[in-house]
């Protein structure tokens, strides 16, 4: 079993920064990948950045160059570090980490930058 907490979420001004945190429980955390993903208002949820078991990344090309995804296993947590915030931003970020037939979900934190 695996549950996920969000935290770090909040209200910024374009151009700001905010660092969220996935804290994960559950055993075997650093074997698997971690994705941080977001929804906007009336949009699908989309996938904004993982991390492999290497610490690996990848990024959406909306974030590519002001999102930073890292990991501390140690501490079982998974960051999503923000900065250069742009309005359309704004969503509800969630975490998320698989397993063989299982999908796990946070609840979400959400992030709102004002222009």
């Known amino acids: 079993q695996v549950h996920l907490v969000e935290s770090g979420g909040g209200l910024v001004q374009a151009g700001g920064s905010l660092r969220l945190s996935c804290a994960a429980s559950?055993?075997?955390?650093?074997?698997?990948?971690v994705g941080w993903y977001r929804q906007a208002p009336g949009k699908q949820r989309e996938l904004v950045a993982t991390i492999l078991s290497s610490s690996s990344t990848n990024y959406a090309d909306s974030v590519k160059g002001r999102f930073t995804i890292s990991r501390d296993d140690a501490k079982k947590t998974v960051y999503l570090q923000m900065n250069s915030l742009k309005p359309e931003d704004t969503a509800v970020y969630f975490c998320n980490t698989k397993r063989p037939g299982l999908d796990y979900w946070g609840q979400g934190t959400q992030v709102t930058v004002s222009s």
């Open positions: 559950g055993i075997m955390f650093s074997l698997y990948a």
